[in-house]
């Protein structure tokens, strides 16, 4: 069973498509995920695609993340 503290959406920068804010709504909404703890306390943090993969974008995205984790 999977219970994780926070979630971290791929923004793949799609426009209207497809947003973060999106991602985290239908999460949010979505019944059995309701006392996940990320979802229960609206944990999310999204990075776009590009940081995601690898590239020299990594160790940036990645010291935004350990920012949120450290509640930065």
Known sequence: ???P???LINDYADGDLSTPQQKQAF???YAPLK?????RDKRFFA??????VE????????EAF????AGG
């Not at 006392?35 to 979802?39: D, G, K, M, N, T």
């Not at 590239?55 to 940036?60: D, F, S, T």
């Open 5 to 7: 503290d926070v979630i």
């Open 1 to 3: 069973e999977r219970n």
């Open 27 to 29: 999460l949010e909404s």
């Open 55 to 62: 590239g020299p974008r990594n160790p940036a995205a990645i």
């Open 47 to 52: 990075l776009p695609y590009a940081a995601l």
């Open 66 to 69: 350990a920012r949120f984790l």
């Open 35 to 39: 006392e996940v703890p990320a979802v």
